[in-house]
């Protein structure tokens, strides 16, 4: 199978482009277009140029109108004369194989969609067994349905006997469509391969998660980037990868952490993005389970983001399409070293936004929300880390006596005299 992975060593240039609509005003395309310039970036490309077009939505033939398209081709052409080529184009949503093929007609330059993007970024960041056979399956799910763009340089031929072109006319049928009717059975054998074997892992997981004892099993999720492995480091004393890069981690780490006498199990999976493809979530689903056997999620979320309120929302559907938003959970807001305010001048009677609220303000405020389940720390510079273990520490035993009843006397504190 080709894959179309970026290496670090060999960093390309690459243009953007994303839509202005009713449903996607600038702002968020702006927000939208800097988390994939910082996919790109994670996959080893360099952006040097973005072009946006208000739009009802998108072209079904190119994406973008055929204006802004000659638009691009102009800068890409511009470039390659001033001795700077232009390696890909990458477009901010999912492209059907029929606009990628009039694209490529037009530009001339590899073209990639945000879904091969991040399915790129996963093919580099894939380590074990498990993520490569997941990575591959999706891969393989999202290059089916695009294979006739692969052979639009073969002819279709008409050559053969007669000239009715009836059902045993097997003549007709050119190399172009014979080679995509063998490719096509090739990845369908391959992915039901793949779909086995993940299947075979998804018994033995189970199987071990089965074996684990009686322990009280904590999830964290999150967005991307927001330093759920940074967090799992500090409780778990482990040295899981962490990276300010997205998608650094992809397979569940579980590590057995105590806080005081009680002992639970700590998860870190894969982070949530925006536009998730679906395909990787029905590949990765093995991973997920982690989350959906968990007993308490915590859910990190990167308070120094300007759009973390976004992303909360984004993490909140995708746990509910995983059937796990009832869950017990609370959020926890990392990298308030990071966060970042403008106080307004006495004169300015604009409204205020979230840029020019000050943190203790912003923790009044998710707190009076969330009716305090939520605590605000700094993984990194270890904030706040005692009160997280606290009320970490009673959350979980609170779950342990509902699940295990009779183990309450193991948890139970003594002072100095022996009394309760």
């Avoid at 800068?75 to 390696?87: D, S």
């Avoid at 349905?145 to 006997?161: A, D, I, K, M, V």
């Avoid at 273990?389 to 609170?398: F, I, S």
Wanted: charged letters at 30%; proline letters at 2%; aromatic letters at 8%.
């Amino acid at each position: 199978m080709k894959e179309f992975v970026i290496s670090e060593a060999q960093a390309e240039t690459a243009i953007l482009v994303g839509l202005i609509t009713q449903q996607q005003d600038e702002r968020k395309t702006n927000e939208y277009l800097d988390e994939l310039e910082f996919l790109a970036d994670t996959a080893g490309a360099v952006t040097v140029k973005r072009f946006t077009q208000r739009a009802a939505g998108p072209s079904a033939v190119t994406y973008v109108g055929k204006g802004k398209l000659e638009e691009i081709r102009a800068f890409i052409e511009a470039e390659e004369e001033a001795e700077r080529e232009i390696g890909m184009v990458i477009f901010d949503d999912e492209l059907s194989a029929k606009q990628m093929r009039n694209i490529e007609a037009v530009l001339k330059v590899k073209i990639l969609d945000r879904t091969s993007l991040i399915l790129d970024i996963f093919a580099m960041r894939a380590q074990t067994a498990n993520a490569k056979t997941q990575v591959e399956l999706a891969q393989y799910r999202y290059m089916l349905p695009r294979l006739q763009r692969l052979w639009t340089h073969l002819e279709r031929q008409g050559g053969g006997s007669g000239s009715g072109g009836g059902k045993g006319s097997v003549g007709l049928r050119g190399p172009g469509e014979t080679q995509l009717e063998m490719d096509r059975r090739i990845i369908l054998n391959r992915m039901s391969l793949l779909k086995q074997r993940l299947a075979e892992i998804d018994r033995q997981k189970t199987t071990q998660r089965s074996n684990r004892g009686r322990m009280i099993r904590v999830a964290l999720v999150g967005y991307t980037n927001v330093g759920k492995s940074t967090l799992m480091n500090l409780m778990a004393k482990s040295e899981v990868f962490a990276e300010n890069k997205l998608f650094a981690t992809l397979d569940t780490t579980v590590r057995k952490v105590i806080i005081d006498n009680l002992p639970f199990l700590l998860s870190d999976t894969v982070g949530f993005i925006r536009k998730l493809p679906t395909d990787l979530v029905d590949s990765f689903k093995s991973t997920l389970d982690e989350v959906r056997e968990a007993d308490l999620l915590l859910h990190v979320v990167d308070i120094s983001h300007p759009d973390f309120e976004d992303q909360i929302k984004v993490v909140e559907k995708t746990l509910a399409d995983l059937d796990c938003s009832d869950k017990p959970s609370m959020i926890v807001f990392n990298k308030v070293d990071a966060y970042t305010w403008t106080e307004k001048d006495e004169d300015d009677l604009t409204p205020a936004t979230k840029e020019n609220i000050s943190l203790d303000d912003m923790m009044k405020t998710w707190m009076a929300r969330m009716n305090d389940n939520c605590i605000f720390i700094s993984a990194r510079q270890k904030t706040n880390i005692e009160e997280f273990r606290k009320v970490l520490y009673d959350k979980v035993r609170e779950l342990h006596v509902q699940k295990y009843p009779y183990n309450d006397f193991l948890f139970q504190k003594y002072d100095e005299d022996g009394e309760l």
